[in-house]
């Protein structure tokens, strides 16, 4: 299940920037408004970030159920997938082009990020 909201994850992804330009064919070819196309973005970056977070966290929920908090820190600070811990390797190592795997580390940053770009969005964070 968590394989699959990552992949999830990637269709609202990939429609994110369609709705927001000002004069969008899309939405001039369904007689839409910019604000419309604005609402669509706002829900679809919402679904993105809540399928991306289901994801690393039922991940972390297996990986923990796996081997303990242990396992979890393990999996998560990994640069490449079944390599070693990003905080074990020096910068110049883990941005190497040979890790063809999974990185797990960079995922976390991006779905951090993700995370603070939606809380960034909600109006009451931005009208204080």
Same mark, same amino acid.
């Given at each position: 299940?968590? =394989?699959q909201?990552g992949?999830? %994850? +990637? @269709? *609202? +992804? !990939?429609?994110?920037g369609v /709705?927001?330009?000002?004069?969008? *064919?899309?939405?001039?070819? $369904? #007689?839409? /408004?910019?604000? !419309?196309?604005?609402?669509?973005?706002?829900? $679809?970056?919402?679904? &993105? @970030?809540? $399928? %991306?977070? #289901?994801? #690393?966290?039922? =991940? +972390?929920?297996?990986? #923990?159920?796996?081997?303990?908090?242990?396992?979890?820190?393990?999996?998560?600070?990994? @640069?490449c997938?079944?390599? /070693?811990?990003? &905080?074990?390797? *020096? !910068?110049?190592? !883990?941005?190497?082009?040979?890790?063809?795997?999974?990185?797990?580390?960079?995922?976390?940053?991006?779905?951090?990020?993700?995370?603070?770009?939606? $809380?960034?969005?909600? %109006?009451?964070v931005?009208?204080?």
């Open positions: 299940h968590a =394989y909201l992949w999830d %994850a +990637m @269709v *609202p +992804m !990939a429609f994110l /709705p927001v330009q000002q004069f969008s *064919p899309c939405l001039r070819a $369904l #007689g839409l /408004p910019h604000e !419309a196309g604005i609402a669509v973005h706002r829900v $679809l970056g919402w679904a &993105t @970030v809540l $399928l %991306a977070f #289901g994801h #690393g966290a039922l =991940y +972390m929920l297996a990986w #923990g159920l796996e081997g303990g908090n242990k396992k979890v820190w393990d999996e998560a600070l990994q @640069v997938h079944h390599g /070693p811990r990003v &905080t074990d390797q *020096p !910068a110049r190592r !883990a941005f190497r082009k040979r890790c063809r795997g999974v990185s797990n580390f960079f995922g976390l940053v991006a779905v951090g990020s993700g995370v603070l770009l939606a $809380l960034a969005s909600v %109006a009451w931005r009208r204080r």
